[in-house]
């Protein structure tokens, strides 16, 4: 079986101790209820600042933890910024990279994600990388333009060892945190083009071997409509991972899937 990915992004919120606590309880509760392993995985990225807290609480169940972003450096003098070394040791295997909130409010482009995907993989992270367009680049025609440029200078310089550990995420901007839903023909549309370019850039093989998840506006009912579809590997889910409850009926969807 195609192993599922739900990858949840909490952002910058449980910004309270007790919040974090009361999370960690209502996810450690719902988390029974389904059964992580070879065909579902389940990634929670939390703040970086809670990572240490989530991995020695949630050591006990199978899910695994990731941070929303690292610098590509190791260490030194990069004041405000997480080396992807840290948030290893620290319990992180994954990292979020390029979300497309990095890529509007901190203005990071294709040549910083190329970098951070690489030292994220030379440390042992792996890199959750996020591309999509924005609806005026829809609008204007400019799927094939932005995605091409994204995989293209993103993964510039990228092996094919290397590629195989990337997971991508397919996150239209304008249903990033808002209430629009893509049709499933929109987002398999996308999902063969990105398909297409790595097959280019990797062969078929290799092709195979990386995931690409869907985010935006992802609730339980969507997965339904997704299963429809054996070819989705995943989702990223931001509000809704908030809720314990729904990101778990998430992760439920998929085991029916
Ligand atoms: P959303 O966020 O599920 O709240 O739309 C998705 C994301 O930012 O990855």
């Not at 990634?43 to 991995?55: G, Q, T």
């Not at 970098?115 to 792996?126: E, F, M, Q, R, V």
């Not at 293209?152 to 629009?180: F, H, R, T």
Request: with cysteine.
């Amino acid at each position: 079986m195609n192993k599922k990915i739900i990858v949840g992004n909490i952002k910058m919120n449980l910004i309270a101790l007790s919040e974090r606590d009361s999370y960690l309880k209502a996810l450690k509760s719902e988390i029974k209820k389904v059964k992580l392993g070879d065909d579902v995985e389940m990634v929670l990225c939390v703040p970086s600042v809670h990572l240490d807290f989530f991995a020695k609480n949630l050591k006990k169940t199978k899910i695994k933890l990731g941070v929303q972003n690292v610098f590509w450096q190791e260490r030194g003098s990069f004041t405000g910024e997480i080396s992807p070394v840290m948030a290893k040791e620290y319990g992180a295997g994954y990292s979020i990279i390029g979300h497309s909130e990095r890529r509007k409010y901190f203005k990071e482009n294709d040549q910083e994600v190329n970098l951070k995907i690489k030292s994220a993989i030379k440390n042992g992270i792996i890199p959750i990388v996020c591309i999509g367009e924005t609806l005026q680049e829809r609008k204007e025609g400019l799927i094939k333009d932005v995605i091409s440029r994204q995989l293209n200078e993103g993964l510039e310089d990228i092996s094919q060892m290397q590629a195989e550990k990337i997971i991508l995420a397919y996150e239209p901007i304008w249903a990033v945190g808002v209430d629009a839903e893509p049709t499933s023909d929109e987002i398999m549309e996308v999902r063969i083009l990105i398909r297409k370019i790595l097959t280019q850039k990797y062969g078929a093989d290799t092709t195979g071997k990386i995931k690409v998840l869907y985010g935006g506006n992802v609730k339980a009912n969507l997965v339904k409509k997704m299963c429809l579809n054996p070819q989705m590997d995943g989702v990223l889910v931001g509000r809704e991972s908030l809720v314990p409850f729904n990101l778990i009926e998430i992760v439920k969807g998929f085991e029916k899937c």
